[in-house]
Nanobody, 123 residues
C-alpha cells in the first residue's frame, strides 16, 4: 500500500504564491509517477502536473504552464508543487496521486491518492 499526505494549502491573495508538498510512504516501486490534480466546487477533478521519478520528466496542464512547477526530492520521497501568480480560478482542493510508470500518459490511471489540501485564492 502507498500513502500520500499533502500539505501546504491555504488562503492567498491573487498574484500570490503557495508551495504544496506530497510526502509518499509505504510500498515503493522501481519507477513511478506522481501527479497533482485539483477539484473546484461543482467541477470535475482535473490534471494539473506530473513528474516521473525515474527520469524527472514533467507534464503540465495548459492552464498552469509557466506558473506552476513540479519537482521531487528522492531522498525525502516528497513531491512539490510550487505555485506562483495564483488566480481565483486556481481555487480548489489539490490532490497528490501516484502510479507505477514506465511511460505513456500522465493524465490518468492513478490508483493511489492523498486526502487533498485546500487552496483558496481571493480576488
Amino acid at each position: 500500500q502507498v500513502q500520500l499526505v499533502e500539505s501546504g494549502g491555504g488562503l492567498v491573495q491573487a498574484g500570490g504564491s503557495l508551495n504544496l508538498s506530497c510526502a509518499i510512504s509505504g510500498r515503493t516501486f522501481s519507477s513511478y509517477a506522481t501527479g497533482w490534480f485539483r477539484q473546484a466546487p461543482g467541477k470535475e477533478r482535473e490534471f494539473v502536473a506530473a513528474i516521473s521519478w525515474r527520469d524527472g520528466s514533467t507534464a503540465y496542464a495548459d492552464s498552469v504552464k509557466g506558473r506552476f512547477t513540479i519537482s521531487r526530492d528522492n531522498a525525502k520521497n516528497t513531491v512539490y508543487l510550487q505555485m506562483i501568480s495564483l488566480k481565483p480560478e486556481d481555487t480548489a482542493v489539490y490532490y497528490c496521486a501516484a502510479k507505477i510508470y514506465y511511460g505513456g500518459t500522465y493524465y490518468t490511471g492513478y490508483p493511489y491518492w492523498g486526502q487533498g489540501t485546500q487552496v483558496t485564492v481571493s480576488s
